[in-house]
């Protein structure tokens, strides 16, 4: 029997799967386009099966790591397909709520592992992991496929079909969304879609820069750090917490957090959202790299046992209603549909390959001193700061041809 924790698997394993991840969206983007968003997400729950099955099996490291990556790959190609399925089913009204939703499942996925772990052996934790992508597969086949998809396939019927079950209208109440949309894919293809065509038009640069420099940035953003280093933060405020405990309040505070996003995305505002978000993330891990900047000068924190768990739980917050969530909502809006295919596997690997270099020389960062490794991200969320104000352009409210509009617009 292994006697690893959840944290120690994740830790070790961590860099290996976000290499996976990183490679599988330049496949899931042309897939989906293929197939649709709706098989292949079906078809991508047998990666998690079949992942959770070897984990299950494995007595060996090297089976553990084969399935590490297999569910890797299963994560890549979500990350990839789901915003673009939420950006083309949500209304203009909540597609901000809707898109941030992909957070609150991840964080709501941790939290169930950080609180069943623990507590149960390590393949009752397999048989709780693999019962997910099984309701999923149950759950999930009765929704249908997007509309945009299956106009761009020339099923109209189909997809007047799928808008009225997505909006529980009536086809004659539908007819105008649908012909709206019809409108779009029209003007999309009228383009021709290429690499090229990605970054030739200043609007399609300008919606690549923008989607793929907050999704580095979300990885850039400390969340690791804050993390790995959350038992020594509760340690070093004095708590005698139960390790195990503490994940759990890690879990619980992300879990909340994420709840207010759906509510708040579409009333104030992407761009104030991401802006408060980084400023406040930077102010936190600035104090976090403070406070272990004094106990290593001094010695002497007694005054300051507050700061840490205060600071973590506030970065964690702001983590998840900010840069934690809306990067992906914004992903799905902002690529046109004739580069999605395209444009959307750039973002999310980068977004993985950012991950997986912040993962890697994490230890290396650390070694040089803790509070290195908070100012390090802290000046990353300032980076991260300036982008927001700078280059990122609002979208509340618009619809997708609006959001294009306004892209193309607007000189870079």
Not at 31 to 51: C, E, H, M, P
């Amino acid at each position: 029997m292994l006697n690893l924790s959840i944290l120690q698997m994740e830790e070790i394993s961590k860099p290996r799967t976000h290499k996976s991840i990183a490679c599988i969206p330049f496949f899931a983007g042309p897939l989906a386009d293929l197939v649709g968003r709706k098989w292949l997400l079906l078809g991508n729950s047998t990666l998690f099966i079949l992942g959770y099955i070897l984990l299950m099996l494995g007595g060996k490291v090297w089976i553990i790591l084969v399935a590490r990556v297999i569910l890797g790959l299963g994560c890549g190609s979500v990350m990839t397909v789901v915003p673009m399925y939420i950006g083309e089913i949500a209304t203009d009204n909540v597609r901000g709520a809707t898109g941030s939703l992909m957070n609150l499942f991840v964080v709501s996925g941790i939290l169930y592992v950080y609180v069943i772990g623990p507590y149960v052996s390590y393949q009752v934790l397999q048989w709780c992991c693999l019962a997910i992508p099984i309701a999923f597969v149950i759950c999930y086949s009765l929704m249908p496929e997007s509309p945009y998809y299956l106009l761009a396939k020339n099923r109209k019927e189909d997809a007047m079909k799928s808008l009225q079950f997505l909006r529980g209208r009536s086809s004659n109440d539908v007819q105008q969304e649908l012909s709206e949309i019809e409108k779009f894919l029209e003007e999309s293809k009228a383009t021709q879609a290429s690499m090229m065509d990605l970054f030739k038009l200043p609007g399609n640069r300008k919606a690549l820069l923008i989607t793929t420099g907050l999704l580095v940035f979300q990885q850039l953003s400390g969340i690791d750090a804050v993390l790995f280093n959350s038992q020594s933060i509760f340690m070093n405020a004095g708590s005698s917490l139960d390790p195990a405990v503490a994940t759990i309040i890690v879990g619980t505070v992300q879990f909340a957090a994420s709840l207010v996003i759906p509510i708040i995305a579409d009333r104030m505002g992407r761009r104030v959202i991401l802006l408060t978000s980084s400023s406040i993330m930077a102010l936190s891990l600035a104090a976090l790299g403070a406070f272990f900047y004094v106990k290593m000068d001094s010695g002497n924190v007694d005054s300051i046992l507050w700061l840490p768990v205060t600071a973590l739980v506030i970065h964690n917050i702001l983590y998840c209603i900010g840069f934690g969530a809306l990067p992906w909502a914004i992903l799905g809006e902002m690529i046109p549909p004739n580069l999605k295919y395209i444009a959307s596997p750039i973002a999310t690997s980068s977004c993985c390959a950012a991950g997986f270099v912040a993962t890697y020389v994490y230890p290396y960062l650390d070694a040089m001193g803790t509070y290195y490794v908070f100012w390090i991200f802290g000046g990353c969320c300032v980076l991260a700061f300036l982008f927001s104000f700078f280059v990122v352009i609002e979208t509340r409210g618009l619809s997708l041809q609006e959001i294009q509009d306004k892209l193309h617009t607007k000189k870079m």
